[in-house]
């Protein structure tokens, strides 16, 4: 990591949720919501990472690929700041 990584801060965090994810949860099956984590830092850089999230109450979050089953691309809604 260089000097300038180790000295940014995170200035703020967006979760956009992927509308149309039909992704499964890999620890019990059911199936996985999905968002598009964006975080901004204190030098102007971004970084976007997509996650998924099982519905169901078990609690397991991995990555997820931000694609569909039908191969539209994404549909990303209900914006939110964290910070
Ligand atoms: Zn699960």
Redesign the pocket.
Known sequence: MSIEEARRITTGTQVNEIINYFGK??????P?TASIHVTTYSDGTESTRALAT???????TGPASPTTMSGQPPVIGRRRDTA
Do not use: N
Not at 54 to 60: F, H, R
């Open positions: 949860c890999l620890r019990c099956g059911y996985a099982c519905a169901s109450p078990c609690g397991w």
